[in-house]
């Protein structure tokens, strides 16, 4: 069962069961679920020692091998706290046990009852509630998590934080834990901005808090944009899982990855500009699994309308030109994988003003080629990345034109896909890709596009870890 809920017990049993859990250093539920294991298996109930150890503060039962981890996820009181409520279901979607905690604020926007319905775990709001706290509830909160997660973080909730308040259940659960908390801010660019929640947010980064976020964008309220819009789901789960795994040795520790992604947009004019359909959305998700292999990310992007992945630096370029300076000032890399949608082509001499319909016609528009970023940086003499992977997108004899790109630019791989309109790749969320290498062509089955990106990560690791050709780039640099 995922809770236990004790009602009317007598005083007497009441005080015997705080009794006993803290001489166990169990929480009072957990202490009645060693009973009823205890008492199911005809067992007399093995009384705790007579006094705790004054060494050893009470901590949380250990979880069992393969349990799902626990987390408490504090909604604090703003419009963003809608986005709690898909924040729950991708946590689950993970597997991840959530206890969800509501301010009273939070409550003029989300309930608890669909909060409580997401996680299918009952959801508390009181830091009185006598149904948990005649065994200390919000003690029991802050240490049975494995993490604490504060979304959306207010800038009264982040106050409270800094300065050691705990007048509601919040900010007492957030004052008990010794457990790694997660912030993902959210508030008016105004507030944001003010110095007292500079100061504040300082302080809870050199306390040990981390955070993901804010974003840039427009505010809930009319005529208002800046940076204050919380992270959203999806970036905040990826910072949640990163904390959750924190000491796994990543296959690419001490690598430097090199990506683009996304279109460029070449202008007409002021107004116009040429462009492709890319969504960036595969890039992004190789950026995302290259920082969860434990390399250091440089994601040089177009324009695109996706969330940053946490953990990247991010560069934001808009035309050919621009990428391939990026580019080449963020060298030296270990790996360069090149998945952006360059512009072949641009306008020769772009308008100064907008170009305005003539009785004439249309206006004569000369195109000069781009540069080609894939083919400057496999055919470099120096600063050349030990590994260059090229992306081929075509629309018809995709492993044939694939090859012929991989013989023509230089580069180590090329990752060709169908994006034909029928495929449904640029913009979608899935991708069938072909390896192709000197050695061959290794045809994947169809995957969603983070996927893609985790096997890509775990192919190009294979391939250092069995021929390391180059020191890593730290040590050339």
């Known amino acids: 069962m995922a809770s236990l809920t004790i009602r009317r017990l007598d005083e007497a049993v009441k005080a015997e069961l705080r009794l006993r859990a803290a001489r166990s250093g169990r929480s009072v539920e957990d202490e009645v ?29 250990a979880r069992t091998p393969g349990a799902p981890a626990s987390i408490v996820l504090i909604i604090g009181g703003g419009i963003a ?22 301010t009273q604020a939070a409550q003029q926007f989300v309930t608890p009852l669909s909060a409580g319905a997401l996680a299918d775990e009952r959801c508390y709001t009181d830091l009185f509630d006598p149904q948990s706290e005649f065994d200390a509830g919000h003690i029991r909160l802050a240490r049975e998590a494995d993490l604490i997660i504060v979304a959306p973080a207010t800038a009264d909730l982040m106050a409270k934080m800094a300065n050691g308040l705990a007048n509601d259940l919040a900010s007492a659960i957030l004052l008990a834990t010794s457990r790694p908390v997660l912030l993902a801010p959210a508030m008016n660019p105004m507030m944001w901005a003010n110095a007292a929640t500079k100061r504040n947010m300082a302080r809870l980064v050199a306390d040990g808090a981390a955070v993901v976020g804010p974003n840039a964008g427009e505010m809930a309220e009319t005529n208002e944009a800046g940076i204050g819009r919380m992270a959203e789901p999806l970036e905040i789960v990826a ?18 990855v090199l990506i683009t992604a996304g279109p460029t947009h070449e202008p007409i004019d002021p107004v116009r500009y040429i462009a492709n359909r890319s969504s960036g959305k595969q890039g992004y998700a190789i950026a995302a699994a ?7 990310v ?8 996706l969330p940053d992945p946490p953990g990247a630096r991010i560069v934001r370029v808009e035309t050919a030109r621009d990428m391939l300076a990026a580019v080449e000032a963020a060298l030296p890399a270990d790996i360069a994988v090149f998945t952006a949608a360059v512009a072949d082509w641009r306008v020769a001499e772009a308008g100064a003003q907008k170009i305005k319909k003539t009785a004439q016609g249309s206006p004569a528009l000369t195109l000069t080629e781009n540069p080609d970023i894939l083919a400057t940086i496999a055919q470099r003499r120096d600063n050349r990345p030990p590994l260059v992977i090229g992306f081929a997108a075509e629309t018809e004899k995709v492993i044939g034109h694939a090859q012929a790109k991989l013989a023509r630019k230089g580069c180590d791989w090329i990752i060709a896909n169908d994006v034909s309109p029928a495929s449904g790749v640029m913009g979608g969320d899935r991708n069938t890709i072909h390896v192709i290498t000197r ?13 893609v990106a985790r096997a890509l990560m775990a192919r190009i690791a294979g391939t250092l870890a069995v021929n390391p050709a180059a020191p890593a780039a730290k040590e050339r640099a």
């Open 33 to 61: 679920r060693v009973i009823l294991r205890e008492a199911a298996a005809g067992q007399a109930p093995v009384a705790p020692p007579a006094e705790p150890s004054p060494a050893r503060a009470p901590a949380p039962a």
């Open 81 to 102: 706290a809608y986005k709690a409520l898909d924040l729950i279901r991708r946590l689950r979607e993970r597997g991840l046990h959530v206890r969800c905690v509501l």
């Open 239 to 256: 910072a949640a899982e990163r904390l959750l795994r924190p000491h796994a040795p990543g296959a690419l520790a001490g690598r430097r």
């Open 290 to 296: 290259a920082v969860a292999a434990g390399a250091e």
């Open 298 to 305: 440089t994601l040089v992007s177009g324009p695109v309308m």
């Open 439 to 451: 050695d061959g062509v290794e045809s994947w089955p169809p995957m969603a596009k983070d996927e």
